[in-house]
T-cell receptor
Framework: DSGVTQTPKHLITATGQRVTLRCSPR?????VYWYQQSLDQGLQFLIQ???????AKGNILERFSAQQFPDLHSELNLSSLELGDSALYFC?????????????FGEGSRLTVL | TQLLEQSPQFLSIQEGENLTVYCNSS?????LQWYRQEPGEGPVLLVT?????EVKKLKRLTFQFGDARKDSSLHITAAQPGDTGLYLC???????????FGEGTQLTVNP
């Protein structure tokens, strides 16, 4: 158990819809990272938040957005969903803002868009 | 084009065999990590290497960072079914920069 909690574990929805994925980092961790893992693209970095503020942005689509709340949990919002958005979405956390220490990953949210 | 190329992509072996997986790049990394991901779970860190030529051992797993810090290898001795999983390498080009992950090597160890 990494201490990072993600909900929901599984989500099935239709094209055009919007979903919200939730992440609670390990106790004391200030940084939250979101990754997308698909079969043909591997683990792709989407976005990082540190203590409530956006710290780094990766290959995140404009249809996607995220935020980190004062209690440090984070949400990833995916809208106007397309079939290609079907993937595993992982949240990871670390204590510091630097991206090079050990990342503690949650179990992921599997999104299926039909 | 992937910054980190892992090979092989898939590997299926029998219990007791040895294997090596590779992580290669044309870029220099200040540090490199190896993670293992099991089905239904997130990746878990196995090791971090930071010095060119560094070798680290974790029981039956041996990790090596290339002298030029552009590549790394993971060698497993006497593989066991419990070693089955997706092995991911991840590198940071400079200290504090974001990690870039390779696409992974899917290892299956058959009893």
């Amino acid at each position: 158990d990494s201490g990072v909690t993600q909900t929901p574990k599984h989500l099935i929805t239709a094209t055009g819809q919007r979903v919200t994925l939730r992440c609670s980092p390990r106790s004391g961790d200030l940084s939250v990272y979101w990754y997308q893992q698909s079969l043909d693209q591997g683990l792709q970095f989407l976005i990082q938040y540190y203590n409530g503020e956006e710290r780094a942005k990766g290959n995140i689509l404009e249809r996607f957005s995220a935020q980190q709340f004062p209690d440090l949990h984070s949400e990833l919002n995916l809208s106007s969903l397309e079939l290609g958005d079907s993937a595993l979405y992982f949240c990871a956390s670390t204590k510091r803002g630097a991206h090079t220490g050990e990342l503690f990953f949650g179990e992921g949210s599997r999104l299926t868009v039909l | 084009t992937q910054l980190l190329e892992q090979s092989p992509q898939f590997l299926s072996i029998q219990e007791g065999e040895n294997l090596t997986v590779y992580c290669n790049s044309s870029s220099v990394f200040s540090s490199l990590q190896w993670y293992r991901q099991e089905p239904g779970e997130g990746p878990v860190l196995l090791v971090t290497v930071v010095t060119g030529g560094e070798v680290k051992k974790l029981k039956r797993l041996t990790f090596q960072f290339g002298d030029a810090r552009k590549d790394s290898s993971l060698h497993i001795t006497a593989a066991q079914p419990g070693d089955t999983g997706l092995y991911l390498c991840a590198g940071a080009q400079t200290s504090g920069s974001r990690l870039t992950f390779g696409e992974g090597t899917q290892l299956t160890v058959n009893p």
